[in-house]
């Protein structure tokens, strides 16, 4: 036995089962900063003499709660919250009075062991190691003022302030029903690799409001995009037309946009569209709208994610999820090569019908249910664009020079866009903080 007297010892003991014994809400425990947690336990009751080994694992665990810049009370409530199990997965798919009996007493059991748990907070664990350690006074404690999250701050409260735990297992399984649970409560933007969802950090801040010209085509995506978050059928959509015009910056905008209304942004690659029946079919019954976004999409002959992005969007005998939808971009208006020889003539005799062939490839992009076009920015449209990036940036020059510079950027670089436009700013925002002036650097 170690140093520490018997009374804590006991309690370190006690913590260790109440870890073990979690029956749904292991994941809850698996985090780095748990880890932590549970070998400095560990590490306290088992100390060498000088207790070195003790003092290594606070130092590891103050550094893990240092990283998450949360406090363990904080992490462990937020881990309770975006945790992923049976019972969670089951409760944001039925009502509370529907889910198994046998499923809401373990989801009891466990949150009263991790409210537990939170008792054990790093104030109590520095003393121990104190003892433990033969310190004249007790190791640093890491604390922070809470910071602002992205979360029912409600339920936190709640929780903090009921006497057990367990009681308030119906008001988090609707918080799980409302908000979803993983990493889709967790993150806004993902991206699939690997046969897997990796979550985004930090996504694109592109805002809408940044987002100049193609008016009509802006408020036809954001009326789809309101018709997926009320519930109304969506449509998929394809926007294609002019490299630079900001068609992918239109569709990452609306997670910025809409992303306190549940909306989530799954980036697919081109290879990766095998598995988008998979992906789809993992997103049904899950509480939060799904665009699945494809950047610059066409295909090859015979490309097998020709194919499962067809069953997709005309479906199959499987009900089409009403919570997914695919945004699509492309430079193409036909999203297949065609060649000229795959077109047929009188001495074709390789295909008895080859001419449905070619208007089966011509006619892929009339399946998505709407279609938004992109043409290529005149110069008032580029200059406007310019300008309000200017105001918005906060570049002040004149008109004038403005213009002037702007055409002069557009016809030695890459033309007219609103891509260009951006370029172009940045630049001379730079310019102008860096050298006061921008006199002959275009």
């Known amino acids: 036995m170690s140093t520490v007297n018997t009374s ?35 590490a306290i009751r088992y100390t060498d003499a000088d207790g070195r080994d003790c003092l290594q694992a606070y130092g590891n665990y103050f550094q893990a709660l240092a990283a998450s810049k949360q406090t363990w009370e904080e992490y462990l409530i937020k881990q309770i919250l975006i945790a992923d199990n049976p019972f969670t997965r089951l409760a944001q798919q039925r009502e509370f009075t529907d889910l198994p009996p046998a499923l809401i007493a373990a989801a009891q059991h466990d949150l009263q062991a991790l409210q537990n748990l939170y008792e054990c907070n790093s104030a109590v664990l520095s003393e121990w190691v104190q003892v433990v350690s033969h310190l004249p006074v007790s190791p640093v404690v890491w604390y922070q003022e809470p910071q602002a999250v992205e979360v029912d701050t409600d339920l936190i409260s709640t929780l903090q302030q009921l006497d ?13 029903q409302q908000h979803g649970t993983g990493l889709f ?8 690799q690997d046969g897997q969802f990796l979550g985004i950090l930090y996504p694109d801040p592109v805002k809408l409001d940044t987002l100049v010209g193609y008016d009509w085509q802006k408020d036809a995506l954001l009326k789809n995009t309101l018709f997926l978050l009320s519930g109304q059928p969506a449509l998929h959509v394809l926007l294609y037309g002019s490299r630079g015009s900001g068609k992918s910056s239109l569709v990452k905008s609306l997670l910025n946009e809409y992303s306190d209304k549940n909306l989530r942004l799954i980036e697919v690659a081109k290879s990766e569209l095998q598995n988008l029946p998979k992906i789809v079919e993992y997103l049904r019954g899950v509480p939060q709208k ?5 950047d610059d999409l066409s295909f090859e002959e015979d490309d097998d994610a020709f194919k499962a992005l067809k069953v997709v969007l005309e479906g199959s005998l499987t009900a089409r999820p009403e919570n997914v939808i695919v945004y699509a971009t492309s430079n193409r208006r036909h999203l297949i090569r065609e060649y000229f020889s795959d077109r047929p003539t009188p001495k074709d005799n390789e295909e008895v ?8 490839k011509l006619s892929f992009s009339d399946r998505f249910g709407l279609t938004l076009t992109f043409e290529a920015a005149d110069q008032k449209t580029y200059l406007h664009i310019v300008q309000h990036l200017a105001v918005q940036t906060g570049v002040n020059l004149k008109p004038e020079d403005l213009e002037f510079q702007a055409l002069q950027w557009a016809t030695r670089h890459n033309g007219r866009s609103g891509r260009t436009a951006r370029q172009f700013i940045d630049f001379l925002k730079a310019d102008l903080a860096v050298y006061g002036n921008n006199k002959n650097s275009l």
């Open 290 to 294: 799904f665009i699945i976004f494809v």
């Open 353 to 360: 019908h080859a001419w449905d062939t070619m208007q089966e």
């Open 164 to 176: 057990t735990w367990a009681d308030a297992v119906e008001d988090l399984a609707a918080y799980y």
């Open 185 to 192: 409560a967790q993150y806004r933007a993902f991206r699939w």
């Open 8 to 42: 804590s010892y006991t309690k370190v003991q006690f913590f260790q089962r109440q870890a073990a014994s979690l029956l749904i809400y292991q994941s809850v425990l698996k985090g780095e900063v748990a880890i932590a947690f549970l070998d400095l336990l560990q």
